[in-house]
């Protein structure tokens, strides 16, 4: 007699942890590293979206059961949206921050010249190659 095993529990056993776990480790470095550079505001919004997917993972919200997927729906996709939300929130800020950077430094003398030497650079290595 064969005995058949539960593919969603074979699944969720060993693929999703696995992603989730990465996911997690990324956040946190990422958190780490924009606090450890200075970047506070930025760095506690990463550390705060971090607790919140730790607290999600903790009480394994976090996860799908393939056999309650239908039930779960909404609830995920709530989840979901908050943290879409919050990454494309705080996409917006690096970009606005990399945006206003670039333009102070390109609209003092020392970065105008810093960048007409650089352009130079790039055209003279282009025509060499």
Known sequence: MQTFRVPS??????????????ELVAQGCLAGLLVLSGKWFAGLC????????????????????????FRQLPQQKKQRLIMLGAHLLLFVVIVYRLIETALLVLLTPEGRAMTKKLLHEAAASVHGY
Request: glycine share 6%.
């Open 46 to 69: 990463h550390a705060g979206l971090l607790a919140y997917m730790l607290q999600l993972c903790s009480t394994r919200q976090m996860y799908v059961e393939i056999t309650d997927a």
């Open 9 to 22: 529990s074979f699944c969720n056993g060993l693929v999703l942890p696995c992603c989730k776990t990465h």
